[in-house]
């Protein structure tokens, strides 16, 4: 394995790049938040629809494309006297973008938030210990990003 400095050149191209395949699947504003409000526990469509103000076509394109990536499951749920509906809900491959979600977040309440106060914080569950973000090695200790180094594989 080499390493190949950033400043350089991009060391994947983007038609074999995960990141760039990622981007293709939650890169856009609309899926982005749906997945967060998904993330505090919306599931049904009206409530998505009611959240984020997103017109219903848009929202029905995308909550069928995060279900078609496995991002989101969809189940029928039906309330007493009225029709069967869909319910959609994280996966474990939609639930493995929280650390991303947060960390987007904080990023944004540092960089955006003009000095006010976050609107959320996020805490371990059962404290109030607040949490943040990081990157650590497999060994579970912290790495600072300029650490951190792309290494070409093959």
């Not at 009206?46 to 076509?57: I, K, V, W, Y």
């Not at 969809?74 to 947060?102: C, D, F, H, Q, V």
């Not at 090695?137 to 792309?150: C, M, N, S, T």
Request: hydrophobic letters at 40%.
């Amino acid at each position: 394995m080499s390493q190949i400095p950033l400043a350089r050149r991009s060391p994947v191209p983007p038609e074999s790049c995960n990141l760039a395949k990622a981007i293709d699947i939650i890169g856009d504003r609309w899926t982005l938040l749906i997945l967060r409000a998904a993330l505090y526990g919306v599931r049904r469509f009206d409530d998505f629809q009611a959240e984020l103000s997103c017109p219903r076509t848009v929202l029905s394109g995308r909550l069928k494309n995060l279900v078609e990536a496995g991002l989101l499951t969809k189940r029928s749920y039906k309330s007493p006297g009225k029709r069967a509906r869909p319910e959609y809900t994280l996966s474990s491959m939609g639930l493995s973008l929280r650390p991303i979600l947060i960390g987007l977040t904080q990023w944004g309440d540092a960089w955006l938030g003009q000095g006010e106060t976050p609107p959320i914080s996020f805490t371990k569950a059962g404290s109030k210990s607040a949490i943040r973000a990081a990157f650590v090695d497999l060994e579970g200790r912290e790495v600072r990003p300029d650490q951190i180094r792309a290494v070409l594989r093959g």
